[in-house]
Every structure is written in structure tokens, then in C-alpha cells.
């Protein structure tokens, strides 16, 4: 299966929660077999320049742990990052077509519709509500809204990551009736892995100090 990722900063990175939830998914699946491919923002890492590295200078593609890696066009300021990164790796995607686009947050997932009109399955795995942060004023929040709402219509399947937010998405009147808190189609292709991986995991310690079974059990509660 050919997969996409869009809606990240960047990997290898340990910028944000997503980063590491599409890191472990995107390598895990590459280590199944699978084509994997990861559409990264240009653009300096987050808590300053000293921390880039190859994720955040690069400019043409490259692998990583069996994934494909390919930097796109970013407008590196705040509120432009996500729009823009997202937008140009959907059209990329689309010209690639993959099997499956997964993207991740309420606001790259705003081109998620040109990917559904092109023909394309998709995932959003909506990691919070973003627009209801006190951070983001009115356009920002209106767009994150809008992110929200072409998910909820427009994706082949919808991950969240609690009941409240489950609840929420089948409360709204746009919401589809195949949203639910787990997606099938990773459950099979993450979760059937763990089986083959346990011994693996318990000997093999992450660079935060834990295990990588932790980082499946995590992956688990998420999506199933």
C-alpha cells in the first residue's frame, strides 16, 4: 500500500506530539512493507536554529528509516506554516497518488477536500480542537474550524483521540456515519504489528528513556 502523511513540521523531530505519532506510524509501516511517504514543512525548528537538522534544512527529498521524505514549499511564519505546507504537499500527493492520505490537525486538513475530489482515501486523525485555544484569533480559529468540518465530511475515516471529542463529531450535524474514535484500516496495519514486535520493543529503549512498547501501547489507546 502506497500511503501518505501531511499535516506535521517535520521528521525526525521531537517538536510536537504529532511529530512523534507520525514518525512511529510512518516507520512502522515502512517496516511492514509498506510505501511511505512523509511531506515535510521547510522551515527551522521550532524552539530555535541550533536545534535543525536534516528534517528542517533540507531541500530535496531523502529516506528515513524506510520512509520517503519530501520537503515542501512552507511559508515559515505563524498562522502560514500549516496552510501553506499542507496545501502544497495535497497537490503533490494528488499528482503522486498514493492509496491513502493521512493527515493530522484540524488545520491541514482544510485541502483535504481536493484530495477527496481527486479521488483519493482519506484519513484525519483530529488530535484536539485547536480552534477553541484562546491563542488563535478569529481568521485563524475560523479556518481551523473550517479543517474541522471537511474532515468530518469529506474523510474515508476520522481518528480522534477521546470520548469527549468522539462524542462531539457525532453531535455535529455534518458528521459522517463512518466517524468513529478508531480507524479500521490502521488498526490493521499498526496494531496486527505489534504482535511481531514485542519481544523487539522490550529491548529496545527510545531516546526519551522509555521502551518502544510504550510508544505502541500509546499508538494503541489512540486508535483502538
Known amino acids: 500500500m502506497r500511503i501518505a502523511f501531511i499535516g506535521h513540521k517535520r521528521i525526525p523531530s521531537r517538536e510536537g506530539g504529532i511529530e512523534i505519532v507520525v514518525d512511529e506510524l510512518a516507520t512502522r509501516m515502512a517496516a511492514r512493507g509498506e510505501q511511505v511517504v512523509v511531506y515535510n514543512r521547510k522551515g527551522h525548528n521550532?524552539?530555535?536554529?541550533?536545534?535543525?537538522?536534516?528534517?528542517?534544512?533540507?531541500?530535496?527529498?531523502?529516506?528515513?528509516?524506510?520512509?520517503?521524505?519530501?520537503?515542501?514549499?512552507?511559508?515559515?511564519?505563524?498562522?502560514?506554516?500549516?496552510?501553506?505546507?499542507s496545501f502544497f504537499a495535497t497537490l503533490k500527493a494528488i499528482k503522486a497518488r498514493p492509496d491513502v492520505i493521512h493527515y493530522h490537525a484540524e488545520g491541514p486538513c482544510v485541502p483535504l477536500r481536493l484530495a477527496h475530489w481527486a479521488g483519493i482515501r482519506t484519513v484525519a486523525t483530529i488530535h484536539g480542537l485547536d480552534w477553541q485555544r484562546a491563542k488563535w484569533g478569529r481568521f485563524a480559529s475560523m479556518y481551523l474550524k473550517l479543517g474541522e468540518r471537511t474532515a468530518a465530511k469529506c474523510a474515508d475515516e476520522v481518528i480522534v483521540l477521546s470520548r469527549g471529542v468522539q462524542q462531539y463529531f457525532k453531535d455535529a450535524k455534518e458528521e459522517r456515519k463512518h466517524c468513529s474514535r478508531s480507524s479500521s484500516l490502521w488498526i490493521r496495519l499498526l496494531l496486527q504489528h505489534v504482535q511481531h514486535e514485542r519481544q523487539d520493543d522490550e529491548r529496545s529503549a527510545d531516546p526519551l528513556g522509555g521502551t518502544r512498547k510504550t510508544g505502541i501501547r500509546a499508538l494503541g489507546l489512540v486508535l483502538g
Open 46 to 85: 521550532v524552539a530555535g536554529e541550533e536545534f535543525d537538522n536534516q528534517s528542517s534544512t533540507s531541500d530535496k527529498p531523502y529516506m528515513y528509516r524506510g520512509v520517503k521524505v519530501i520537503p515542501v514549499t512552507t511559508i515559515d511564519a505563524k498562522g502560514l506554516a500549516a496552510l501553506t505546507s
